[in-house]
């Protein structure tokens, strides 16, 4: 274990860019209002979106914000909260309006936990209003979503164990770490079960190239960092075929609740967590997946290391903004409004 934490901390501070990856360096932007670890985002029409948050001390509690960074401006503004608030969301971006799936919000009773939904959204940045969708047809949190062509897929996360008559899940509690693939029509406002994922696992990313998902990282066992193992396995999905192709190479640092966004064809990967019986981590490593090689490339790191962060791509420049400087279960906050762009050189 010693080895495999040193190599990830010796190849952050010594990072050497592969030829292939865009290269490129780290710049500050204006902090992020308030402060909160598990916010989403999302680009839309050149303009980010930062949704959610979570209170996760001296309980769990979603904060259900909403958010608009203007890059021309370099300026944050509140916009109108979510129409239910909840964290451990999935979402994504199609045709300028922002889709929200499931996530987790408080239970009505009972000790603090985190109750699965299946309830889904349309935003629409322009109108800064929101308008509900047809439900998922699992209730789920801590999924990932992702949009080939005209569809959504709303890929893995965690819910309550079969049988589990407790609405809520807590590292206590039994709970499902799921395998589940659901697409999801946006015209038609419809869904349909595809073919799931091989490897059950939540709080992981995803980026589309060539039309094809890739889901690299996350969680197995659990929702929770700390019952749970992270994974740097990478698979791929087909929409076209609806298959699962082969294990691709793997990330260099295995982690979870990481930030995500494409760029130039290659996917980037930033900061997460990883935790055992004795250590609580987060990373600041920057790493880029080329599809096109099956390779791996360690970019510059993040200046200050954090998970739960929000992330989008908008023109040359992959935002990472706010999220927690240390692992979860400290039992204190530990958020921070530090806002970066790492500025692809053009």
């Not at 979603?62 to 960074?69: H, Q, R, T």
């Not at 009773?109 to 699992?138: C, H, T």
């Not at 969680?219 to 075929?241: C, H, K, M, Q, W």
């Amino acid at each position: 274990m010693l080895k495999r934490i040193s190599s990830a901390w010796l190849a952050a501070l010594l990072w050497i860019p592969a030829a292939h990856a865009q290269a490129g360096k780290w710049v500050n932007i204006a902090p992020f209002p308030e402060p909160k670890e598990e916010v989403m985002g999302e680009a839309a029409e050149g303009k980010m979106y930062v949704f959610a948050g979570l209170v996760s001390a001296p309980i769990w509690l979603p904060v259900g914000f909403v958010y608009e960074y203007d890059p021309a401006a370099n300026k944050w503004s509140k916009k109108k909260p979510m129409a239910l608030p909840a964290h451990h969301i999935a979402c994504i971006e199609y045709d300028g309006k922002i889709y929200v799936f499931g996530g987790f919000v408080a239970p009505t009773s009972g000790i603090p936990a985190w109750v699965p939904i299946n309830n889904a959204f349309e935003y629409d940045p322009a109108k800064d209003s929101w308008k509900a969708l047809a439900p998922m047809p699992v209730k789920r949190g801590a999924a990932v979503a992702a949009t080939v062509g005209d569809k959504i897929y709303v890929i893995g996360g965690a819910t309550t164990a079969p049988g589990e008559t407790n609405p809520a899940i807590h590292p206590t509690y039994p709970q499902r770490v799921l395998s589940t693939v659901q697409e999801y029509d946006p015209k038609t406002n419809t869904w349909r079960e595809r073919s799931p994922m091989p490897t059950p696992r939540n709080h992981t990313a995803a980026g589309v190239v060539n039309g094809k998902i890739y889901v690299i990282g996350g969680r197995i066992g659990a929702a929770f960092i700390g019952p749970s193992s992270d994974l740097n396995n990478v698979e791929v999905y087909d929409p076209a075929t609806d298959k699962w192709g082969p294990p691709l190479a793997k990330m260099p640092t295995a982690r979870s609740a990481m930030a995500s966004g494409v760029f130039n064809g290659r996917i980037y990967i930033a900061g997460g967590e990883w935790q055992n019986a004795t250590e609580q981590t987060v990373f600041r490593a920057f790493e880029a997946y080329d599809p096109a090689t099956n390779t791996w490339s360690i970019l510059p790191p993040m200046a200050i290391a954090r998970h739960g962060v929000a992330s989008a791509v908008i023109g040359n420049r992959f935002y990472a903004v706010s999220g927690d400087v240390q692992s979860s279960g400290t039992g204190v906050a530990v958020s921070t409004a530090s806002a970066d762009a790492f500025e692809f050189a053009k």
